[in-house]
């Protein structure tokens, strides 16, 4: 870890009340009580919405920290249980994009719309009139099925602004994860199953990516197993005793070394 990462991370240690791990779900959805200070839609679907956090101090400077929520590709989990994640990077002068999108079950979800709908929600955020955020260079994160869509919408020719993505328990090879029997992965294979003519297209470990791309894995994660950590360029960050929600959860030292590794993007600010 660099000199600077790591005192970054140091610090939050010293300054953070730590939950014990691994966190749950459920531990989740009860930090995520967050209201977003403003909706955007950028479609006409139901899903298809834009949650906006901005700190007190909001300006056209302020950075953008676009995240992709998981859930297994399914609309059974939406943008709710990321409002904690939010606020946590809120309460550390972060503006917080969180992009509902249409999943599994969701008319028009599945390849390649799901990708297809974050993908245009990044291009309204970044088109704006008058944003309360810096419109031209944000930070992708995705969490589990949201790391897998993060890393495919961060293909240069698409031309989004990206600074650098942040790949949570992300699924960075999905035809193998599909291959596999637990609930989650059978729903990477009904998510492969709208477009199976397509399974390269929506594989990442075969597509383009941006060239700065961190992978966390909770070395205790039962979801997203430790395979998935592996793709060219990648920085790998493993966390010893976090589990698949501990990252995402503000409350942890997972947390923590998410935070310090975003503000270790924006050398120009200062704390």
Do not use: K
């Amino acid at each position: 870890m660099p000199y600077a990462l790591s005192f970054l991370f140091s610090w939050l240690l010293i300054t953070t009340p730590l939950l014990n791990s691994p966190v749950s779900f459920q531990q989740v959805m009860e930090r995520s009580t967050a209201r977003a200070h403003e909706i955007l839609h950028y479609g006409d679907a139901e899903p298809q919405f834009v949650e906006l956090y901005f700190p007190e101090s909001a300006s056209s400077d302020v950075p953008l920290i676009v995240y992709i929520h998981g859930g297994c590709w399914q609309n059974s989990f939406g943008v709710d249980h990321a409002r904690g994640f939010a606020e946590g990077l809120r309460d550390d002068g972060f503006a917080v994009a969180l992009v509902e999108y249409r999943r599994l079950n969701d008319e028009g979800g599945g390849w390649p719309g799901s990708l297809e709908d974050i993908v245009t929600a990044i291009e309204v955020l970044s088109s704006a009139d008058a944003p309360s955020y810096r419109p031209n260079s944000f930070t992708l994160v995705g969490h589990s099925a949201g790391g897998h869509l993060a890393l495919l919408a961060s293909q240069p020719q698409r031309r989004l602004p990206v600074r650098g993505v942040l790949g949570l328990a992300a699924i960075t090879d999905i035809e193998a994860y599909a291959a596999g029997e637990s609930g989650c992965q059978q729903a990477g294979a009904n998510f492969m199953a709208t477009a199976p003519e397509q399974a390269e297209a929506m594989n990442p470990v075969y597509q383009s990516r941006h060239s700065l791309v961190f992978l966390f894995h909770g070395d205790q994660d039962t979801i997203v197993g430790a395979e998935q950590q592996q793709l060219d360029g990648a920085e790998a960050v493993e966390i010893s005793g976090a589990g698949h929600f501990d990252l995402i959860h503000p409350g942890t030292e997972a947390f923590a070394q998410v935070l310090a590794t975003i503000r270790s993007l924006y050398p120009e600010l200062t704390r």
